[in-house]
């Protein structure tokens, strides 16, 4: 794929004032870039997991007011949404890029992923790099490693995702703006491939696919 991968002025969108203007931006700048990743990691993600994926980018539609602090490429097992369903994502902050899976709170069935997780926590707590993170909020730039928590941690983790409406999580990996500069197109596209290889578990225990 002849993909150029994002830059410094791609993450400085997020610093422009006003919806129409950042919109504008990310239209022109952002979105072509998410848009291409979405085509060639669907197969790679239809592959990993055993279930046809689809591309929504975000397109900020419901917003009136508030330009968006980030925005992204999501993936999932049906053509009209992904909110409700765990789903993977790749997408800009102003200060790194992440690469996700994802469970957020629009997911029905976040309690039986709950249970899902904590019965494979061993697998979970030994398989996730110690330099990838977890997120409990899809809507702050906030991540811890998960090489700093403890397996504690990790089933708190996951008994709030069962018993808290608004509950989420997110596990993945980030890349700070200033390191992405100094990958390639190719260095870059296999890392997100590696992290996807890594996270891809994740939604076949959480959907219980053998």
Not at 51 to 56: A, L, Q, R
Not at 106 to 111: F, I, L, R, V, Y
Not at 134 to 146: I, N, R, Y
């Amino acid at each position: 794929m002849d993909f150029k991968s994002f830059n410094n002025e791609d993450f400085d969108v997020f610093q422009i004032d006003g919806l129409e203007p950042r919109m504008e931006a990310l239209k022109e700048r952002i979105r072509p870039k998410l848009e291409s990743l979405g085509q060639y990691f669907a197969p790679t993600l239809t592959t990993l997991t055993g279930d046809e994926m689809h591309i929504h980018v975000a397109k900020h539609a419901r917003r009136t007011i508030n330009p968006p602090k980030d925005t992204w490429v999501a993936f999932a097992n049906n053509p009209r949404g992904y909110k409700m369903l765990p789903h993977f994502q790749i997408g800009l902050w102003n200060t790194h890029l992440f690469i996700w899976f994802a469970v957020i709170y629009e997911a029905p069935h976040k309690p039986d992923f709950a249970v899902r997780f904590t019965k494979k926590i061993n697998k979970i707590f030994k398989e996730i790099p110690k330099d990838f993170v977890w997120s409990l909020d899809h809507m702050k730039p906030e991540s811890v490693q998960h090489g700093q928590l403890t397996k504690k941690d990790l089933q708190g983790m996951f008994e709030r995702l069962e018993n808290i409406k608004k509950a989420e999580i997110l596990c993945g990996y980030e890349i700070k703006r200033e390191d992405l500069q100094h990958l390639s197109a190719e260095e870059f596209l296999k890392q997100v491939e590696y992290v996807f290889t890594k996270v891809a578990p994740l939604y076949k225990i959480a959907l219980n696919i053998k």
